[in-house]
């Protein structure tokens, strides 16, 4: 983590290779509002929760990739100051616990993400915002920041910018050829739910409209790390099914590249203040049941049976449940279609691929074979067939 006080000297100073003050000005930066600015976007997720990540600090984040790779980015708020009501938001309006608002210029906050990078503390920016007075208005400044970043000084970075709820569609397309990622928050599962948690936003206007924008410009304008999304998990009292089919509907219909959950938690002086958090390890179930889908390729119907009559997901693997309810019998890894092979658990797609590899020139006839391949033999093993044996040990399958 780099310290405010190092950003703020980075900032000040300015010394950047050869690259002089930005158009004759020296712009002086408050640490109280890069901390109030940073620490606005702790509930904005970058990457899934089940990757290690540091603690929750304004500044730099580290995202982690799908392949492990650490990617470092500067995460924050353009501004703090926000007119919509949302009941678990320091930020919102209603907050009694709010603290000062803050906001950047367009040529202050490209001026600090250009002095860590240049000073390799950064890989890329990730830009959210309050929506001010007036979220077209905001959403100029962070496209503004961004213009700034890329056509004013070549910056060659990643940069995710977030749309704001409500959005008009000239500044989300401004923001979709400047940007290598954006994404709107859905933060509810639906309609009804959006009104439990924030009455100021309209769900289908001001969200799914959004987005269906963004989905239309990226079939013209390439968008190299694609939409995103994000859901707040818990806040209105909604279960996992009902996330799991708004979910569906994102990547089927919006073609959303991913979505992110983040566990609902109780903030001092919000109208939910009082109410219960939610485990993480239902944040972490969500992602696995969302891994199934995206990653995995099973059926929804397959995946469904890991809900229990409530709709919601047990602190336990869902992939686990699937293959107890669905896998009729043992799979022979030396005959099982690549498909069949990744409904076993503790197969993945790497290990399903080796073994898919490795049988062609000879057979597997022991779980030994399998473990130098990456396959997780103890959870593997009641659920396979190998050289005509089966596990012994089948009770928790057939229960």
């Known amino acids: ?17 050869s690259l002089g003050p930005m158009m004759g000005q020296t712009i002086e930066v408050d640490s109280e509002k890069l901390a109030a600015l940073g620490a606005g976007t702790r509930h904005d997720v970058c990457a899934s929760t089940y990757s290690p990540r540091s603690p929750a600090m304004p ?20 501004t703090n100051s926000c007119t919509h009501q949302c009941s678990y938001c320091t930020n919102a309006v209603g907050c009694t616990h709010r603290k000062r608002t803050f906001s950047y210029t367009p040529e202050e906050l490209a001026r600090i993400t250009l002095a860590l990078y240049r000073s390799n503390y950064i890989e890329g920016l990730f830009l959210s ?50 940007a290598d990622r954006v994404s709107i928050n859905l933060e509810a599962a639906s309609t009804s739910r959006m009104g ?7 769900y289908e206007s001001d969200i799914l409209q959004r987005q269906r924008y963004i989905r239309d410009l990226i079939t013209e304008t390439k968008l190299p790390a694609g939409q995103t999304t994000q859901l707040v998990v818990g806040a ?19 073609g959303v590249r991913r979505a992110y959950y983040s566990a609902f938690s109780p903030q001092r002086g919000t109208p939910f203040e009082a109410k219960s958090p939610q485990p993480l390890w239902r944040e972490h179930r969500l992602y696995q049941m969302d891994w199934l889908y995206r990653i995995y390729h099973f059926h929804p119907d397959e995946i469904r049976c890991a809900f229990d009559e409530d ?10 449940a699937v293959a107890m309810q669905t896998l009729v019998l043992p799979v022979d ?23 898919m590899g490795i049988r062609q020139r000879r057979r597997i006839t ?12 103890r959870r593997a093993s009641p659920f396979l067939k190998i050289n005509g044996w089966i596990n012994s040990t089948l009770e928790m399958w057939s229960a």
């Open 1 to 17: 983590m780099v310290s405010l006080e190092k950003i703020a000297h980075l900032a000040e100073e300015c010394r950047f290779d």
């Open 59 to 78: 500044g730099i984040c580290h995202a982690f990739s799908h392949d492990g790779r650490c990617v470092s980015l500067f995460k924050t708020l353009y």
């Open 129 to 178: 915002s309050g929506s001010g007075g007036d979220e077209d208005r905001i959403m100029e400044c962070i496209v503004e920041t961004a213009w700034l970043l890329r056509k004013n000084y070549c910056f060659q970075g990643y940069i995710h910018l977030k749309v704001l709820p409500g959005s008009s569609q000239s500044r989300i397309e401004e923001a979709v050829e400047l």
């Open 196 to 202: 439990e948690i924030c009455p100021t936003k309209d």
């Open 236 to 254: 209105a009292g909604e279960s996992d099914l009902e996330i799991f089919r708004r979910v569906l509907y994102e990547y089927k219909e919006i």
């Open 311 to 320: 709709g919601f997901l047990p602190d336990a693997d869902p992939k686990m």
């Open 333 to 355: 890894p030396n005959s099982a279609s690549y498909s069949e092979l990744l409904r076993v658990p503790g197969i993945g797609p790497a290990s399903a691929r080796r073994i």
């Open 366 to 377: 022991k779980r030994e074979d399998l473990a130098r391949l990456g396959v997780r033999v």
